[in-house]
């Protein structure tokens, strides 16, 4: 395993960590997107279709238990002990034309059509969109808090460095997985005009991340 992996993966575990603590300590899910969480949630499930099946090494295996319990109690504090605060009003985007489409193209465009591959392979295609959602609702409210966008932040730098783990691989290892990389890069490609604004507004200015329209309002 490479550094950008392993830093990636880190970034990755650090934003569903600070996730769940910004629930906790606030008592409060306001501003976060269910519906997001819920289509993570679904990506852990069927990547890790295989946790007691298949052992690569404990790193990989503490790794899913990691993922996929602390997805599993985000999604439980929105849609259960901190259900009052969720605002579903806000939270609007059809998630079933996020799912549909990906499930379709990874059975069609696979590496293997065994089960677990092609639910491996749905789960790289709907990672790469899971977030749309939280991204809608940040421009439908026209703000997000703080926490928010820092978990936001960790998870865009979690896939950039998974870039450049695919780069470094290629190099030294003669791999490429032409799946993981186009969802990969779509997956940046989404996170690029939210890491701008949380450079320039949050990150140097320490302010709470607002849209454009929403600042000339203001």
């Known amino acids: 395993m490479n550094a950008f992996r392993l830093v990636g993966d880190l970034f990755h575990l650090i934003a569903l960590v600070l996730l769940l603590l910004k629930i906790w300590v606030s008592k409060s899910v306001t501003g976060l997107s269910g519906k997001s969480q819920l289509l993570l949630a679904l990506v852990f499930v069927t990547r890790y279709i295989d946790l007691f099946t298949h052992f690569v090494s404990p790193y990989n295996t503490l790794m899913k238990i990691f993922f996929l319990s602390l997805s599993f109690a985000t999604v439980h504090l ?61 421009s439908k409210t026209g703000e997000a808090e703080v926490v928010t966008t820092h978990y936001l ?25 032409l799946i993981a990389v186009v969802a990969g890069s779509v997956q940046t490609v989404l996170y690029a005009d939210f890491v701008y604004l949380y450079i320039t507004k949050v990150w140097i200015h320490g302010k709470k991340l607002l849209q454009p329209a929403e600042e000339e309002i203001v």
């Open 78 to 138: 929105i849609y259960g002990k901190f259900k009052a605060t969720y605002l579903v009003i806000s939270d609007t985007f059809r998630i079933e034309f996020l799912i549909v489409p990906c499930a379709g193209l990874a059975c069609l465009v696979n590496h293997d059509y065994s089960p677990v591959e092609v639910l491996w392979t749905f789960s790289i295609y709907l990672e790469a969109v899971a977030i749309l959602p939280q991204l809608f609702m940040i």
């Open 153 to 177: 932040f960790c998870l865009a730098f979690y896939r950039a460095l998974y870039i450049l783990n695919w780069i470094y691989r290629f190099y030294t290892e003669h791999y490429f997985d």
